[in-house]
């Protein structure tokens, strides 16, 4: 984040708008005045009374059973030292959103103006009514020790300074799998930390728990090696003091070490340090942003190595959010008093565990794998890995309770793994899939419209995210002006200026002029035609020199439409085209069409329709649950659009019997579960909701998707354009820069799925 625009990028993205990143939502209804007499005076009096009767009912009349204080005093922020409690709040912040969408954990972020241990025990103290849970987070060596042994014992809600035990957990669960993969016993291993910090020393303690003899560890700090001959250390780092005397400096000490853990500095271990390791060495080079170690050199300099690091962009991330939120998940549904390190351990067993068993396909199609499995590549689980919050919460759980510091005893352990379940919503989770699917496999992606700031700044951030190669179309002077003017960072992307006689333009003319000949295009016509971007880059995409193609945000849909279905057309088997919206809403992701093309379908166009939305919502990993709606419920009313709609479901149930659909329907009833089935019992729809709705003319969908965009508060990602041969999509007019982002994502996975 060094160059100067991703800088403003990242102040624009905490400072517009609502400024920060997150807010207080109420969770009861809120819009008469009797709702605000229960939940302010004179009602609020009632649970106020039942918890002084019994303070633990405090958990079932408020909140604070599912809310964690992220605490620092801002002494060691990230890698900026200390720059104050006011400076920390951003990275506070950040930690509870984490907190939120991986685990659905409320979270106060506080920021405490102290330094002395005494004073920031008795503020966090005196929190405890407040709070489920307490997360330390980013305060400096050695007194975060002290902060966190105390509070551990002088509290009844769970402790945990994340900086320490998180990494240990995440790199404990690795260090497991990877001896299992190398051939390796933890109690033979010859370990060698890099690093004396909190981390490190939280970490070497796990891995003497998991099995590491203490005679077989030695560390370094920043003076050299812990020895029992230094008189600087303090009594923290003391008791991983060696009395080894044949270790002079760190390439002596790896001499035939197993295992390598590096939570240090960037680039202190050469390939020829690595080369005198052991057979089969472990080497997890955590330092951030720059390991150790770079991954290229230490599996050029061994290729029988096992190499991790916190790098999100190579193998086997050591990512502390594998860790924490699952962690205080499963201590706040238990009412733990603590986090011991029997749930610590349970912790990393599960995290382990997971990455041995088979892969779901969510998250191969998540980072572009075709059969990811357990190996040197893949010795813990991706941070999409939807398991993490059954599987890791219920072992925390679990441990919780046969250690004796649960209050709360879970017993049916299948209805609370359902209840973590629908903690999480899974729209904005599928939206990080895709984007991660698409960094796995970039695609050359051509902008029609690209002399326009918007374009441009999507450009330079799919760019520089690794999700597509832009390819710009339009004046050459007026994009370069834009770019110069706005200081965007995309000098080596190509443009291509369609009306000055552009490379090709004879070759897609003729092209165009054999396949249209017959349709009313002269050859004359078919040059003057490929002056327009829109048929250009429809072109390039035929030739094969793009993947995809994004049009749309200065011209109507219709004129970005038909230049890609003259040049590409639709793909075999399909009768026509249609548009997708993906709506990511609070109740998770919706999917409605036709919102775009079709203006009035008939009723053999419902049923073309419906089979191209239907296998669309497939490739996203969700099984479709089709509702086709109308003013009326089967067959309440009668009319043009009920009667088309119910014909339309009785085709598809004929022709397609393993199709979940029914209609026609009201919205209300497709929607809600219970509604429809306490009405319409023998509904297909089996008792779920609706996750796919056909609307019966384009207007209503329309509408439809706008009224949820702009008053539902829901995100509108598309439309998506579905049965070309290739991938072509079309942004709304006007979208913003992450519209246009959504949807060059998705541009780029629709590549890769008709890449084959």
């Not at 070490?257 to 955590?286: E, T």
């Not at 059969?371 to 599987?391: A, C, Q, V």
């Not at 969700?622 to 479901?649: D, H, Q, W």
């Not at 019997?657 to 023998?682: E, S």
Request: aromatic content about 6%; some cysteine.
């Amino acid at each position: 984040m060094n160059k100067p625009n991703r800088k403003q990028d990242a102040l624009n993205y905490h400072s517009k708008g609502r400024p920060g990143k997150i807010q207080v939502v109420p969770t009861k209804p809120t819009n008469s005045q009797r709702d605000l007499t229960m939940a302010y005076s004179p009602g609020v009096a009632e649970p106020c009374l039942r918890i002084a009767e019994n303070v633990d009912d405090v958990y079932k009349y408020t909140a604070k059973g599912n809310l964690v204080a992220v605490i620092s005093n801002g002494t060691a922020v990230l890698g900026l030292g200390n720059i104050g409690p006011e400076a920390s709040k951003p990275v506070m912040e950040g930690k509870g959103l984490l907190f939120k969408i991986y685990a659905d954990i409320d979270v106060f972020d506080l920021e405490v103006n102290v330094q002395s241990v005494d004073e920031f025990v008795n503020i966090v103290k005196a929190l405890e009514p407040t709070f489920g849970g307490i997360n330390l987070e980013d305060i400096s060596a050695p007194t975060c020790f002290e902060i966190e042994r105390r509070l551990k014992a002088e509290m009844k809600i769970p402790v945990m300074h994340d900086d320490q035990h998180g990494t240990a957990i995440i790199s404990g669960a690795a260090l497991l799998n990877a001896c299992q993969v190398q051939g390796k016993k933890l109690d033979k291993i010859k370990m060698v930390v890099n690093g004396a910090g909190a981390a490190a020393v939280s970490c070497s303690k796990m891995y003497l728990s998991l099995g590491v003899k203490k005679e077989n560890l030695v560390m370094f700090d920043i003076n050299g090696l812990l020895s029992t001959s230094r008189t600087d250390l303090d009594e923290m780092r003391q008791q991983f003091a060696t009395t080894r005397k044949d270790i002079t400096d760190l390439t002596s000490a790896l001499k035939n070490a197993d295992v390598f853990i590096g939570l240090s500095a960037g680039n202190v271990v050469a390939p020829d340090m690595l080369k005198g390791m052991a057979k089969n060495p472990i080497v997890f080079a955590m330092a951030n942003p720059d390991p150790e170690i770079a991954y290229e050199l230490a599996i050029a300099a061994r290729k029988d190595i096992i190499m991790a690091s916190g790098r999100s962009d190579y193998p086997n991330q050591v990512n502390n959010v594998l860790g924490f939120p699952y962690i205080f998940r499963g201590a706040l549904d238990v009412r733990a008093t603590a986090i011991n390190e029997e749930m610590k351990i349970a912790a990393v067993h599960a995290i382990a565990e997971i990455a041995k068993k088979p892969v779901p396909e969510s998250v191969n199609l998540a980072y572009n794998t075709k059969n990811l499995k357990f190996g040197r590549e893949y010795i813990i689980p991706k941070p999409m890995d939807h398991r993490l919050i059954t599987e890791v919460s219920v072992a925390v759980a679990k441990a919780a309770i046969a250690s004796g510091v649960a209050r709360k005893i879970i017993t049916d352990w299948e209805a609370y793994t359902e209840e973590l379940r629908l903690r999480i919503g899974s729209s904005d989770k599928l939206l990080r899939n895709i984007t991660n699917k698409a960094k796995q496999n970039p695609k050359r992606v051509v902008f029609a419209d690209a002399d326009n700031y918007k374009i441009l700044r999507s450009a330079q951030i799919v760019k520089e995210e690794c999700i597509a190669t832009p390819i710009l179309l339009g004046d050459v002077e007026k994009i370069k002006e834009i770019i110069k003017e706005n200081d965007l960072e995309l000098d080596d992307v190509q443009i291509i200026d369609p009306h000055i006689g552009a490379e090709n333009t004879e070759k897609y003319a003729n092209y165009l002029y054999k396949k249209r000949q017959r349709r009313g295009i002269t050859l004359y016509e078919a040059r003057k035609l490929m002056s327009d971007s829109n048929y250009y880059g429809a072109c390039m995409v035929q030739f094969g020199e793009a993947d995809a193609l994004i049009s749309g945000l200065t011209k109507d849909y219709a004129t970005t439409v038909k230049p890609a279905l003259q040049i590409i057309g639709t793909e075999t088997g399909v009768n026509r085209v249609a548009g997708m919206y993906l709506m990511i809403t609070p109740k998770g992701p919706v999917f409605l069409g036709d919102t775009t093309v079709n203006v009035s379908p008939s009723v053999n166009d419902l049923v073309d329709i419906t089979v191209l939305i239907e296998k669309a919502v497939k490739k996203f990993n969700i099984s479709p649950r089709v509702a086709i709606l109308s003013y009326s419920n089967f067959g309440s009313n009668e009319g043009i659009i009920p009667e088309k709609t119910r014909e339309a479901v009785r085709i598809l149930h004929d022709k397609y019997p393993d199709m979940i659909i029914d209609g026609d329907l009201q919205a209300n009833f497709a929607l809600n579960a219970r509604l429809l089935a306490d009405n319409f019992p023998f509904s297909t729809l089996k008792g779920q909701p609706a996750n796919t709705l056909i609307f019966p003319t384009l207007e209503s969908g329309n509408i439809a998707y706008k009224l949820l965009q702009e008053i539902g508060g829901s995100e509108a990602v598309g439309p998506i354009l579905l049965g070309l041969k290739k991938s072509v999509h079309v942004l709304q007019l006007g979208s913003s820069v992450r519209e246009i982002v959504n949807m060059v994502t998705i541009a780029v996975a629709d590549a890769q799925e008709k890449a084959g």
